[in-house]
């Protein structure tokens, strides 16, 4: 989950670190209001990159340029976007400017310190401008002079950037970032610095224990929904697609796997969620089971779902639960085909948009959960039980099609 530009300067002004007079800007007449003096810079508060190429960053003089300018960029689209709010701040031309972050190294399950003369570079950029220290123990100001030392900085400017590194730390820390970045640092011809731009990219599993940012989670969620460019929300445990087989998995690794296998069989892979985690809007802690419920209600309510594919597999906790939650979600299912088929003027079982169930589920814990789900699987049509990945994926790409052809059968019989 990453914040927004003016989120950001608040977290580093409260930490301590100087960031410029600046000002939201929630609708062009708020310019009215201003409290930071002319000449004053606008950016658009937008999560794509480079909006200063699309026209996302405009210098002004006066109010009048202000509003009117303030008009014309909370309705010019920036990789798709439209602002919902701008930043008002003070211009600043700085002397130097420079590129610092702390990032969490997945590969050696450490925080880095990243620092760079130059700015505006992609902190995955290799290079031997790029500067890193790897915080291999418990953190100190050590590390931070080590950064700042090894950029060639030295005497009062090589303190003022090993102070901010120790406060960016600080905050990374606190808030359980992935990534903390300052880009660019600005250097004054007097040395002094000033945070003009930042990012911060927040571990979304961590949300449940910063109940404050429960609240920002729910509004990046909406935005994304409302936001019909962005296929694929940025949260490797939620793919939004548009097609017909949503899949339900306890494990990156295997829904991605899952997805391979669908599409090469010729499905069309729906809406994939990843169990193991909380979704972005859980602001308190969960449970497998929660998840696991709330997950196939999610793929039930969307209209594109035709067929759910649940692959689990390994250690999960609380068997005897998962079984009754998938047990319960199937004879729902069910009463809704039979009230479908009973009624004559009812709808038709595609037409009132029943999901059929498939599921693949192994491991040496699940023994209870496959004989209740076994025993259900001779009842209903609402639920396919198996124990080998590929013949659940062809089992679920099979029942779409069957139900993809049915819709264009009644479609047409309609026509006529």
């Avoid at 606190?174 to 040395?191: F, M």
């Avoid at 047990?327 to 729902?332: D, K, R, V």
């Avoid at 059929?356 to 209870?368: A, P, T």
Wanted: proline residues 4%.
């Amino acid at each position: 989950m990453d914040l927004l530009e003016y989120q950001v300067k608040e977290w580093l002004r409260i930490i301590g670190i100087p960031v410029l007079p600046c000002q939201r800007i929630d609708h062009p007449t708020d310019l009215k209001r201003l409290t930071i003096r002319y000449p004053i810079v606008l950016k658009s508060q937008v999560y794509g990159g480079e909006r200063a190429k699309a026209g996302g960053v405009r210098f002004v003089e006066t109010t009048i340029d202000a509003i009117a300018t303030a008009q014309m960029m909370f309705n010019l689209p920036i990789w798709g976007e439209l602002p919902e709010v701008l930043l008002a701040e003070s211009k600043y031309i700085p002397e130097q400017e420079f590129y610092l972050a702390v990032v969490l190294d997945t590969a050696v399950c450490r925080p880095v310190l990243l620092g760079c003369t130059e700015a505006n570079i992609d902190w995955e950029s290799p290079g031997a401008k790029m500067q890193h220290v790897v915080v291999e123990q418990e953190f100190s100001p050590f590390y931070a002079r080590r950064l700042a030392l090894n950029m060639g900085l030295q005497g009062r400017l090589m303190q003022s950037v090993s102070c901010i590194v120790e406060k960016m730390y600080q905050l990374f820390v606190q808030k359980d970032l992935d990534l903390l970045e300052i880009n660019p640092l600005g250097v004054s011809a007097s040395g002094e610095v000033m945070a003009l731009n930042g990012k911060v990219s927040i571990n979304e599993r961590a949300i449940g224990r910063h109940p404050e940012l429960g609240e920002i989670a729910v509004k990046i969620a909406n935005r994304h929904s409302r936001n019909s460019s962005n296929g694929k929300l940025r949260n490797d445990d939620e793919l939004k697609l548009q097609g017909k087989i949503g899949i339900l998995g306890n494990g990156t690794g295997s829904i991605m796997a899952t997805l391979d296998l669908v599409t090469n069989a010729g499905g069309k892979p729906g809406s994939c969620l990843n169990l193991r985690h909380a979704f972005i809007t859980d602001v308190v802690p969960t449970t497998f089971c929660h998840r696991l419920r709330k997950g196939l209600k999610i793929l039930a309510a969307d209209k594109s779902i035709q067929v759910i594919l649940l692959n689990l597999i390994g250690s999960i906790p609380q068997t005897e639960e998962v079984a009754e939650i998938i047990s319960n979600f199937a004879q729902h299912e069910k009463s809704r085909i039979n009230s479908a088929t009973i009624k004559p003027s009812s709808k038709s079982l595609t037409e009132s948009h029943c999901p059929r169930l498939v599921v693949r589920i192994v491991g040496s814990e699940f023994n209870v959960t496959q004989n209740i789900l076994a025993t259900l699987n001779s009842q209903t049509d609402a639920l396919t039980v198996l124990e080998n990945l590929d013949e659940a994926v062809a089992v679920a790409v099979r029942l779409s099609k069957i139900i993809t052809r049915n819709c264009k059968v009644n479609s047409n019989e309609k026509l006529i």
